[in-house]
Antibody
Framework: QVQLVQSGAEVKKPGSSVKVSCKAS????????INWVRQAPGQGLEWMGG????????NYAQKFQGRVSITADESTSTAYMELGSLRSEDAAVYYC????????????WGQGTLVTVSS | QSVLTQPPSVSGAPGQRVTISCTGS?????????VHWYQQLPGAAPKLLIY???IRPSGVPDRFSGSKSGTSASLAITGLQAEDEADYYC???????????FGTGTKVTVL
């Protein structure tokens, strides 16, 4: 059974960066894309970007271009999402999600990581 | 601003049938990109409910069904149960944005 376990909650100051990890187990890590989706309090889901570890190249939603970096470490089956220049609007729960065998299907999700942005 | 529009809420009594619409455009659903649906229980991560328009993953009750036509898709829940009270999101791909997009989300309330 595939499991995605994310790092713990973070409190960050405006202007700083946050890096969230997502460790996969129970499946073939390298061949499946890992995507990042965020959810602001009381709001809907928003796709940020994703990476296929075996290729190593990430693609990002235009909204986050230049501010987000998604990477993957095949040796530890861990994906990372780093978001910089944090502002109050970035306060959200950040989820990683595995993209299954067919493109665009997010079949397994992490438990979510709460990021608070406060001075 | 999501490009897939859903009704904010729907409600029904136990045992009833409810439907949730997901309206897109010619750059996403209308371009034949598949639609997937997720259920998000309170305080939990989303869970895949329907994929490729109308396929249920193993373990999802057959009370849930999906369909797609033109630039819209729908999720139907028949025999509504208290445990179905959750937020539901549709998801597809948008070629204009070159991005995966989610619907605005629908809260289902069981009366």
């Amino acid at each position: 059974q595939v499991q995605l376990v994310q790092s713990g909650a973070e409190v960050k100051k405006p202007g700083s960066s946050v890096k969230v990890s997502c460790k996969a187990s129970g499946g073939t890590f390298s061949s499946y894309a890992i995507n990042w989706v965020r959810q602001a309090p009381g709001q809907g889901l928003e796709w940020m970007g994703g990476i296929i570890p075996i290729f190593g190249t990430a693609n990002y939603a235009q909204k986050f271009q230049g501010r987000v970096s998604i990477t993957a470490d095949e040796s530890t089956s861990t994906a990372y999402m780093e978001l910089g220049s944090l502002r109050s609007e970035d306060a959200a729960v950040y989820y990683c999600a595995r993209e299954g065998g067919v493109t665009g299907i997010f079949d397994y999700w992490g438990q979510g990581t709460l990021v608070t942005v406060s001075s | 601003q999501s490009v897939l529009t859903q009704p904010p809420s729907v409600s029904g009594a136990p045992g009833q049938r409810v439907t949730i619409s997901c309206t897109g455009s010619n750059s996403n659903i209308g371009t034949d990109y598949d639609v997937h649906w997720y259920q998000q229980l309170p305080g939990a991560a989303p869970k895949l409910l329907i994929y490729i328009n109308n396929i249920r993953p193993s373990g999802v009750p057959d009370r849930f069904s999906g369909s797609k036509s033109g630039t819209s898709a729908s999720l139907a829940i028949t025999g509504l149960q208290a445990e179905d009270e959750a937020d539901y999101y549709c998801q597809s791909y948008d070629s204009s944005l070159s991005a995966y997009v989610f619907g605005t989300g629908t809260k289902v309330t069981v009366l």
